[in-house]
C-alpha cells in the first residue's frame, strides 16, 4: 500500500522539478537536438540505417561503431539517429489530429451545452472506459500491423482527452464579460468561438499537446515493439529495442540505446507540458 502514499514532499519535489529552470533548459535543448537530427540526421550518421555488415557480426561499442553493432553487423548509433524522424513524425500527427478534433468538440461542447454537450460527453466517457492500448493492439492485430493505421487509431483514442479539458476552460470562458458583449453585439457563433474564445484557450491546448506527444510517443514505441507498428528492419526506436532485447548480456548498448531515447524524449516533452501548463493556464484564464 506505500506506492498509494504520496505526501506532501513528493508532491513537492515533483513541482520543483518541473519549475527548475535548468531541468526546463535541459529538456528544451534535448528537444530541439532531436528536431535538428530529425532534419539533419541522414547527414550525420556514420553508416546508413540498413547496412549489413555480417564480417564484423555482433560487437561492443568502439571507435567505428560508437553504439556497436547488433547481430546482423548494423551500426546501431546510426539506426538510433534515424530512429528520430519516427520519433517525431507519428507522434506529431497524433497531436496535430488530437489537437483538431478536441478543440473543436470541446469547443462545441462547452459553448452551445444542452443535447450536443450531453452526446459529445457520453462519447468522451466511453472512450475514458475503454482500455485504448488494448482496444489499438486488437484493431492492428484484426485489421492488419500498419504504422498509419496505429497513428489514426491512437488519434480517436487521444481526442477526448483534449475534448474534456478545452470543454473545460470554454464552459469558463463563456460567461465571462467578453462573450456577453460578442452576444449583445450580435456577431455569429462561429466567429464567437474561433475569434473571441479559441485564442483565449490556446495557450493550455498548446501546453496539452506536450503531454499528448509523450503518451504518442511511448504508445507507438509500444506497438512497434510488439511488432504491430513499423515494419520489421526499421530504424524505429520500439522495434530497435524489441530487436535488441536478446543482447543485453553481449551488447547491452544496442537496447539501452534506443530505450533510452524514448525515456529521455518522452520526459523532456511532459516537463515541457508542465512547464508551459504551469506559466500559460493562469494566463489564459485571466485573458
Known amino acids: 500500500m506505500?506506492?498509494?502514499?504520496v505526501g506532501p514532499r513528493a508532491q513537492v519535489g515533483r513541482r520543483l522539478l518541473r519549475s527548475s529552470p535548468l531541468t526546463v533548459t535541459v529538456s528544451f535543448v534535448f528537444v530541439g537536438l532531436l528536431i535538428f537530427l530529425a532534419l539533419f540526421g541522414p547527414l550525420l550518421a556514420p553508416h546508413g540505417p540498413e547496412s549489413l555488415n555480417l564480417a564484423t557480426g555482433l560487437t561492443t561499442?568502439?571507435?567505428?561503431?560508437?553504439?556497436?553493432?547488433?547481430?546482423?553487423g548494423r551500426d546501431v548509433f546510426s539506426r538510433t539517429i534515424y530512429g528520430v524522424r519516427y520519433a517525431l513524425f507519428g507522434p506529431v500527427l497524433i497531436v496535430v489530429g488530437?489537437?483538431?478534433?478536441?478543440?473543436?468538440l470541446g469547443l462545441a461542447a462547452g459553448y452551445r451545452g444542452g443535447l450536443l454537450d450531453a452526446s459529445i460527453m457520453r462519447w468522451v466517457?466511453?472512450?475514458?472506459?475503454?482500455?485504448?492500448?488494448?482496444?489499438?493492439?486488437v484493431l492492428i492485430g484484426v485489421l492488419g500491423a500498419s504504422y498509419l493505421l496505429a497513428v489514426v487509431v491512437l488519434v480517436v483514442l487521444t481526442s477526448p482527452f483534449d475534448t474534456r479539458i478545452i470543454r473545460g476552460v470554454t464552459l469558463e470562458q463563456r460567461s465571462l464579460p467578453y462573450v456577453e458583449a460578442a452576444r449583445t453585439l450580435g456577431l455569429p457563433v462561429r466567429a464567437i468561438l474561433f475569434r473571441?474564445?479559441?485564442?483565449?484557450?490556446?495557450p493550455i491546448s498548446f501546453a496539452n499537446a506536450f503531454l499528448n506527444f509523450a503518451f504518442s510517443l511511448v504508445a507507438l514505441s509500444a506497438l512497434s515493439f510488439l511488432g504491430l507498428g513499423i515494419g520489421p528492419g526499421t530504424a524505429d526506436w520500439g522495434r530497435m529495442l524489441s530487436e535488441s532485447r536478446l543482447l543485453l548480456f553481449d551488447n547491452p548498448v544496442a537496447a539501452l540505446a534506443p530505450g533510452g531515447m524514448i525515456v529521455l524524449t518522452a520526459t523532456s516533452m511532459?516537463?515541457?507540458?508542465?512547464?508551459?501548463?504551469?506559466?500559460?493556464?493562469d494566463r489564459g484564464r485571466a485573458r
Open 2 to 5: 506505500t506506492s498509494l502514499v
Open 61 to 72: 561499442p568502439n571507435g567505428e561503431f560508437w553504439f556497436g553493432t547488433d547481430d546482423l
Open 98 to 104: 488530437a489537437f483538431v478534433i478536441g478543440n473543436v
Open 125 to 137: 466517457d466511453l472512450m475514458y472506459a475503454v482500455p485504448g492500448l488494448l482496444v489499438t493492439i
Open 196 to 202: 473571441h474564445i479559441f485564442p483565449n484557450i490556446l
Open 270 to 281: 511532459n516537463l515541457i507540458g508542465d512547464w508551459l501548463y504551469d506559466r500559460l493556464a
